[in-house]
């Protein structure tokens, strides 16, 4: 009798957005209208996202940079101390020189330990707070986004940015956003003290650096489209593994288990093939990494040979040199291996920044109305994939505080027809008016003011009822709350569980069945107080006993506004004051509920259907 409010006219509805995209090209985002996905960040979209996340934070940036310099600076006496020991035993020093020497080397140890210990915390600090308004952004815009499009682009693939990629992220932030600013800032300063010790020792050691540049060149030119790769794979495996699991039932029902696990493993393979590129790739990494250590020692030992057989050095400064470019390593190859970490971080950052730098949604147009609006649908045709039309020139007038119940056989179009009124989606052509404006122009605080939807499939957040029922009007006292709840014959029983309105619901907490559910739905109705209503069977998780106490409470909670109530049963579209009944995505009658009756047409026919069933 009724539609599925959560796939509409399946058998039209868009196509899947399960199947992996082909990810763009390093430096471009796929555009929209070409993909399913949610979209992808430009790297400079990305790095624009960054800086404005950062721009609030620039004194704690400059007191972690200038700390981490300190740090830097003083454990870069190591090497001239330790080269100072070496000449004091070759010219056969003081034991005292040697044992202040050495007392000074435990200082500078003392020193550095201390000061980078501080740095790494401010650093760490910058991170997290950074990462914690990316997260609050992210959550923020993705709230916002159209429900048509994570609808098309699928769970699957929210569901890995807000898990996968913001993992990926903060141990980005935890781990190497504090030790890739260490290993760039060891770099620069060591390379600035081996050009005071002489700077030949600084020539020398930069024959490394071509060869590590063209190794850092080659690896970025193939990890940053692949773990773009990787990250779409990641998603469309997701979205494959729960699509099979949220409807094993019907897998099972219809025999398409084989199918449907050889689509998992065809996601898998496709993921652990990527991933083995990805290994492939760092282990050249590194193979070339090593020839550029072995160029630059050969290179700073060879010049500090010279220079000693020259008498241009001693034997401890050309040793501090060759222990200065040895500890070149350390720094070098951790900067060049967080490339690693850092594209596939910048993969998962680009995904994130694709939703966190959408454009705020505009206020928008407010409907002329005060009180109740109007709706006005004029030629409305809607197609979810081009060429396959649902609904097909609909014309409709709601008025003022009137209810019209839609009615049909299941793919009738009364779900499409519902989400189109709602805003939910634009339609295909046609217009679809709020006292005047587009609900799609209302904007979200207006529409969320104006229009308000209620499905079968109601979430209860976990924690306090209270608190639950306050999302629709976080200012409301005890006093309203229980009002709302009185209104739709929900106090009793909210007031008998264990600690009344303190209750805790949802997710590790009390349960609540589905008519009870759906009494909360209302309530938070009321306390919204939207003029104009759409339920879209929002009645169908009652079983028969709380079926009829629900209908009268959705009679309640919409008297006084304007409603367009896709009826699961009957009995509720007889109360209506108008009843609409859809077949192939057309009106085929429309009138009060004697009048179809008598009329002897379609809505009889569901009728006689319907009761000879009640009996």
Known sequence: MTDSPTAPESSTAPDSPTAPASPSSPGTAAPESQSPLLPVATPARTRAAVARLLRPQRALALTAFAVMVGSTAVGLLTQPLLGRIVDLTADRGSVDAITTTAALLVAVAVAQGVTAGFGLSLISRLGETTLA???????????????????????????????????????????????????????????????????????????????????????????VPLYAEQRVAAGAQQQQLLDTVAGHSTVRAFRLEREHTERVTERSRS???????????????????????????????????????????????????????????????????????????????????????????????????????????????????????????????????????????????????????????????????????????????????????????????????????????????????????????????????????????????HRLTGDRTQALALARLILTDPPLVILDEATAEAGSAGARALEKAVARAVDGRTALIVAHRLSQAATADRIVVMDAGRVVETGTHDELRAAGGRYAALWEAWSDIRS
């Open 133 to 223: 308004r990316l997260r609050e952004m992210f959550v923020e815009r993705a709230l916002g986004l159209p429900l048509e499009r994570v609808e098309r682009a699928g769970a699957g693939d929210l569901t890995a940015r807000v898990t996968a990629d913001v993992s990926l992220v903060a141990d980005a932030v935890r781990n190497a956003l504090p030790e890739l600013a260490r290993s760039l800032l060891t770099i620069f300063l060591t390379l600035g003290a081996m050009a005071l010790l002489d700077w030949r020792f600084l020539l020398a050691a930069l024959l490394a650096v071509p060869v590590q540049v063209a190794t850092a060149r080659w690896y970025v030119a193939r990890a």
């Open 271 to 509: 993921v652990v093939a990527l991933t083995m590129r990805g290994v492939r790739l760092v282990l050249g990494f590194y193979s070339r990494l090593h020839i550029a250590e072995y160029i630059g020692l050969a290179a700073v030992l060879f010049t500090g040979y010279w220079l000693v057989r020259q008498d241009l050095a001693s034997i401890g400064t050309a040793t501090a040199a060759a222990l200065y470019f040895h500890s070149l390593f350390t720094p070098v190859n951790a900067a060049l291996v967080l490339l690693d970490d850092a594209q596939s971080a910048m993969a998962g950052l680009a995904r994130l920044v694709g939703v966190t730098d959408r454009p705020e949604p505009a206020e928008g147009a407010r409907p002329g109305g005060t009180g109740r609006v109007e709706v006005t649908v004029r030629g409305l045709t809607h197609a979810y994939r081009p060429g396959h039309p649902v609904l097909h020139d609909i014309d409709l007038t709601i008025r003022h505080g009137e209810r019209v119940a839609l009615v049909g056989a299941s793919g009738a179009g009364k779900t499409t027809l519902a989400r189109l009124v709602a805003g939910i989606q634009p339609p295909t052509s046609g217009t679809v008016l709020v006292d005047g404006v587009p609900p799609a122009e209302l904007g979200r605080a207006a529409a969320r003011r104006t229009v308000a939807l209620i499905t079968q499939e109601t979430h209860v957040f976990s924690g306090p009822l209270a608190d639950d029922l306050r999302l629709a009007k976080p200012d409301a006292t005890d006093s309203e709350l229980r009002a709302a709840l009185d209104r739709v014959d929900a106090l009793a029983w909210a007031e008998a569980l264990p600690d009344g309105l303190a209750t805790v619901v949802g997710d590790g907490g």
